[in-house]
């Protein structure tokens, strides 16, 4: 089985052969950042698909975020749309697809049953490790918010 940052180096290889230029910059970027977080003082180390995974999470948050700020200062709209393309490529492509609500909601509605007298932070601690980063925190809350009163 090949691990996520073989898969990246592959589908980079694939790109680069193809001509496909958006592919091979992006694919470029993640596994830059990738090589810096295995660089550490002692040697390097080689990264879990978790951590990977986490890196490209990470780098999908930051081009939504320069998409938003983007649209917010005026800036032309090409650069924007190619952030939020890039961001939806690696979503798409190398991330575990999203849970939907409802399934968090029958997550959440789980873990409030398991608890005798559930609040917030106890629901919240179950329920976050529960979907594996498939959701996101403001999502989550709001479930639980409303599940629980």
Do not use: H, W
Request: hydrophobic content about 40%.
């Amino acid at each position: 089985m090949t691990t996520l940052k073989e898969k990246l180096k592959g589908d980079l290889i694939a790109s680069m052969k193809a001509g496909n230029a958006f592919e091979k910059t992006v694919l470029r970027s993640v596994l830059s950042v990738i090589q810096n977080a295995e660089k550490q003082p002692d040697g390097e180390i080689e990264l879990t698909d978790t951590q990977v995974e986490a890196i490209i999470n990470s780098a999908v948050k930051i081009r939504r975020a320069s998409a938003a700020t983007y649209t917010k200062d005026g800036a032309p709209p090409e650069r924007a749309e190619l952030e939020t393309r890039e961001a939806d490529f690696l979503a798409d492509n190398y991330l575990p697809k999203r849970l939907t609500e409802e399934e968090v909601e029958v997550i959440v509605k789980k873990a409030i049953a398991a608890l005798e007298n559930p609040n917030f932070g106890q629901v919240m601690k179950i329920v976050i490790p529960a979907t594996d980063n498939r959701s996101n925190g403001k999502t989550i809350s709001a479930i639980v918010k409303r599940n629980l009163s």
